[in-house]
């Protein structure tokens, strides 16, 4: 988009459509000549933000408004901006825009209040990331980690290593400088030291890059267990319908069966796996054994469920399960709870009843709870952000990986500068110390209008 960045803008700031009440935002320089065609009465332009009651001249008609003012350009743009609150009528906010439009303001483009303020200074790249993830998040744990992004905690990390090596390679060229008077401003273990440590918070942000960037939208609970251990009555019960075959034979689930299941207002995938046996490859049951793998590497949580009368611990069978898990003691109903294994294991299994419906709900709370722990301890980077920034992360570390070896060789140190230089350039693409025109926009492209 082209940065007029001298003119002043409008746009609705609430969603489309009627309403109870509306939002026209409005920012730029020429904000409050734009403002005196409009306001009725006149009022004196203030010197720190106000919010006060006004009315707008709107085709030779007064509509009543609320108008929020940040006068000075210690507001969110780095401007001028005003909040025009108000009938959330369309025909009402149409014409309000209409009379900015002819006072002297042009429609913004989308994402353009965003951009100004990341222009300004006021957010870095990532928190302008983390202002569209909280526009399109679809659960809980993306609202939360969009919102943790916003309020700065993946830029402050970066910036932090950015100025720990801008610090580093002040130490080393400064040693270049005086390199005939044998000056060491840093030593060569200090200098290792604190590389390693880069390379190590590189290594943390491209995994959690690595676990924003999946391809599935909803979270995945896979039910694992042994064969009759009642995972496919358990699915039945769980998404209110039947969806899975159910028999008292043992292995008659083979192919494996997702459904969509809706709880707390969180879309979760559920689904059903073939019971875990060892099986030759060619046969059925060992093609029925691939696709449980398949599923159970795919998962973001795993049930593993146990018949209340098996006495064989879910960990003898479980080893391979790599992702979070969840015991469940199926079939509760037919071993009363007095009579249960005491053992540690069975002790912290939940028991559930699929046929009598009892534990359900328990095992519900516990499902989303586990998911938005998971979310919560893996999911720090908003996937908008995920993607964008690999590329950066991977040369950032690249360079590093590069820095750390000629510090092992003792090689010229102007080669290890250029290094440093290339990881600097790596993390500064991350929150927006480096950029270009067209990466912003692709990134503010994706905003609504009044954003």
Same mark, same amino acid.
């Given at each position: 988009? =082209?940065?007029?960045? /001298?003119?002043?803008?409008?746009?609705?700031?609430?969603?489309?459509?009627?309403?109870?009440?509306?939002?026209?935002?409005?920012?730029?320089?020429?904000?409050?000549?734009?403002?005196?065609?409009?306001?009725?009465?006149?009022?004196?332009?203030?010197?720190?933000?106000?919010?006060?009651?006004?009315?707008?001249?709107?085709?030779?008609?007064?509509?009543?408004?609320?108008?929020?003012?940040?006068?000075? =350009? &210690?507001?969110?743009?780095?401007?001028?901006?005003?909040?025009?609150?108000?009938?959330?009528?369309?025909?009402?906010?149409?014409?309000?825009?209409?009379?900015?439009?002819?006072?002297?303001?042009?429609?913004?483009?989308?994402?353009?209040?965003?951009?100004?303020?990341?222009?300004?200074?006021?957010?870095?790249?990532?928190?302008?990331?983390?202002?569209?993830?909280?526009?399109?998040?679809?659960? &809980?744990? $993306?609202?939360?980690?969009?919102?943790?992004?916003?309020?700065?905690?993946?830029?402050?990390?970066?910036?932090?290593?950015?100025?720990?090596?801008?610090?580093?390679?002040?130490?080393?060229?400064?040693?270049?400088?005086?390199?005939?008077?044998?000056?060491?401003?840093?030593?060569?273990?200090?200098? #290792?030291?604190?590389?390693?440590?880069?390379?190590?918070?590189?290594? @943390?942000?491209?995994?959690?890059?690595?676990?924003?960037?999946?391809?599935?939208?909803?979270?995945?609970?896979?039910?694992? /267990?042994?064969?009759?251990?009642?995972?496919?009555?358990?699915?039945?019960?769980?998404?209110?319908?039947?969806?899975?075959?159910?028999?008292?034979?043992?292995?008659?689930?083979?192919?494996?069966? #997702?459904?969509?299941?809706?709880?707390?207002?969180?879309?979760?995938?559920?689904?059903?796996?073939?019971?875990?046996?060892?099986?030759?490859?060619?046969?059925?049951? /060992?093609?029925?054994?691939?696709?449980?793998?398949?599923?159970?590497?795919? =998962?973001?949580?795993?049930?593993?469920?146990?018949?209340?009368?098996?006495?064989?611990?879910?960990?003898?069978?479980?080893?391979?399960?790599?992702?979070?898990?969840?015991?469940?003691?199926?079939?509760?109903?037919?071993?009363?709870?007095?009579?249960?294994?005491?053992?540690?294991?069975?002790?912290?299994?939940?028991?559930?009843?699929?046929?009598?419906?009892?534990?359900?709900? $328990?095992?519900?709370?516990?499902?989303?709870?586990?998911?938005?722990?998971?979310?919560?301890? /893996? @999911?720090?980077?908003?996937?908008?952000?995920?993607?964008?920034?690999? $590329?950066?992360?991977?040369?950032?570390?690249?360079?590093?990986?590069?820095?750390?070896?000629?510090?092992?060789?003792?090689?010229?140190?102007?080669?290890? =500068?250029?290094?440093?230089? $290339?990881?600097?350039?790596?993390?500064?693409?991350?929150?927006?110390?480096?950029?270009?025109?067209?990466?912003? @926009?692709?990134?503010?492209?994706?905003?609504?209008?009044?954003?």
């Amino acid at each position: 988009m =082209a940065l007029h960045l /001298g003119e002043t803008i409008a746009a609705l700031g609430s969603a489309p459509g009627g309403a109870a009440r509306g939002l026209v935002r409005l920012g730029g320089p020429g904000l409050e000549a734009v403002l005196t065609q409009l306001v009725e009465p006149p009022f004196q332009w203030p010197s720190k933000p106000v919010a006060i009651g006004a009315s707008l001249r709107v085709q030779g008609s007064l509509v009543p408004a609320e108008l929020s003012l940040w006068p000075t =350009a &210690r507001s969110y743009i780095g401007q001028p901006l005003a909040e025009l609150h108000l009938s959330g009528s369309p025909p009402v906010l149409e014409a309000v825009l209409a009379a900015c439009f002819e006072a002297g303001a042009r429609p913004a483009e989308r994402g353009e209040f965003t951009l100004r303020a990341f222009l300004s200074g006021r957010l870095d790249l990532t928190q302008a990331e983390a202002v569209l993830g909280v526009i399109e998040a679809e659960s &809980r744990a $993306e609202l939360t980690t969009a919102l943790g992004q916003l309020a700065g905690g993946l830029g402050v990390e970066v910036q932090s290593a950015r100025n720990s090596l801008l610090d580093l390679l002040a130490d080393l060229e400064a040693g270049l400088d005086f390199a005939d008077e044998h000056l060491e401003f840093v030593t060569h273990d200090e200098l #290792s030291r604190r590389l390693v440590e880069e390379a190590r918070l590189v290594d @943390d942000l491209l995994a959690r890059a690595a676990g924003r960037m999946r391809s599935r939208p909803i979270p995945r609970v896979v039910l694992a /267990g042994q064969p009759n251990a009642g995972k496919s009555t358990l699915v039945n019960a769980l998404a209110g319908r039947q969806v899975a075959l159910v028999s008292n034979q043992a292995g008659t689930t083979r192919d494996y069966v #997702s459904v969509e299941w809706i709880v707390d207002g969180v879309a979760i995938e559920l689904v059903d796996t073939a019971g875990w046996e060892a099986s030759p490859e060619e046969t059925i049951a /060992g093609q029925a054994q691939s696709f449980r793998a398949e599923q159970w590497s795919q =998962a973001d949580l795993i049930l593993l469920c146990t018949p209340a009368d098996d006495a064989v611990p879910h960990e003898t069978w479980a080893t391979e399960a790599a992702v979070p898990t969840l015991g469940v003691l199926t079939k509760s109903d037919m071993v009363p709870a007095a009579n249960a294994s005491t053992s540690q294991t069975a002790s912290t299994q939940l028991r559930v009843s699929a046929t009598e419906g009892t534990g359900l709900s $328990e095992l519900r709370r516990a499902i989303v709870a586990r998911l938005a722990t998971s979310s919560a301890d /893996g @999911d720090a980077l908003v996937a908008t952000t995920a993607a964008r920034c690999r $590329e950066g992360l991977v040369a950032a570390r690249s360079a590093l990986g590069r820095a750390i070896a000629l510090v092992g060789l003792e090689t010229d140190q102007e080669l290890l =500068a250029i290094e440093i230089r $290339e990881a600097l350039d790596g993390l500064g693409r991350l929150v927006g110390a480096v950029y270009t025109d067209d990466l912003l @926009d692709r990134i503010f492209s994706r905003f609504c209008i009044g954003k």
